[in-house]
């Protein structure tokens, strides 16, 4: 595609409840990352793909988060047993080049999750 | 581990003006690369402008330009001519070595008319 698209925009969840947010990223691209932002706050590094191998996870907040890109394109996002803490925008961005630190990244709109 | 700091929660600027907004950053790494990136209202992040920390010389791409002060670990954003659609959080972000891409916090930039 164009873009970097993200699904859905908007997501209200119920306490315990799972969810699961998509990522499309531009086609080719090779490596994918999930950032979450929290209101106010810069984005923060959850996760990053290179193909479909996730090379690095270390950003991922607890073992109700996991992530996964089984073809190397779209990916998933998903959270466990949402808290409320898990409110956040989540953002997907993808890049041409290879590594974690290629900085030129393409962004798209995120996904904003709010849990009650 | 790296650091990027932001110390100016917001700024405001009148149109056709010029202001700068501040980054410090902190690093181990001798290879690495400074970013601008801009996140309007509701839209997604882009990216305004790349610095390389290997090279002396600023960054420029129009009406933005970067003051790098690689001793100092400062890295600043200057926007000049300042229009209303340049109105948007900016954030500041490092990469080096093999690590990740950290962003600050971001400062929110108001353009009055």
């Known amino acids: 595609g164009a873009g970097v698209s993200q699904s859905p925009r908007y997501k209200v969840a119920k306490r315990g409840q799972d969810v699961a947010l998509r990522c499309d990223p531009i086609?080719?691209?090779?490596?994918l990352f999930w950032y979450q932002q929290a209101l106010g706050q810069g984005p923060e590094f959850l996760t990053y793909f290179q193909n479909e191998a996730q090379l690095d996870k270390s950003g991922l907040p607890s073992d109700r988060f996991f992530a996964e890109r089984p073809e190397g394109s779209v990916s998933t996002l998903k959270i466990q047993r949402t808290q409320q803490e898990d409110s956040a925008v989540y953002l997907c961005?993808?890049?041409?080049?290879?590594?974690?630190?290629?900085?030129?990244?393409?962004f798209g709109e995120g996904s904003r999750l709010t849990v009650l | 581990a790296q650091t990027v700091t932001q110390s100016q929660p917001e700024m405001s600027v009148q149109e056709a003006e010029t202001v700068t907004l501040s980054c410090t950053y902190d690093?181990?790494?001798?290879?690495?690369?400074l970013f601008w990136y801009k996140q309007p209202p509701s839209r997604q992040m882009i990216l305004v402008i790349r610095?390389?920390?290997?090279?002396?010389q600023n960054a420029t791409e129009n009406r933005f330009s970067v003051n790098f002060q690689k001793a100092a670990k400062s890295f600043s954003l200057k926007i000049s001519d300042s229009q209303l659609g340049d109105a948007a959080m900016y954030f500041c972000a490092l990469s080096g070595g093999y690590q990740k891409v950290t962003f600050g916090i971001g400062t929110k930039l108001q353009v009055i008319p």
């Open positions: 610095q390389e920390a290997y090279k002396q």
């Open positions: 961005a993808s890049s041409s080049r290879t590594g974690p630190n290629t900085g030129e990244l393409f």
């Open positions: 086609s080719g691209h090779v490596s």
């Open positions: 690093t181990s790494e001798s290879d690495y690369y």
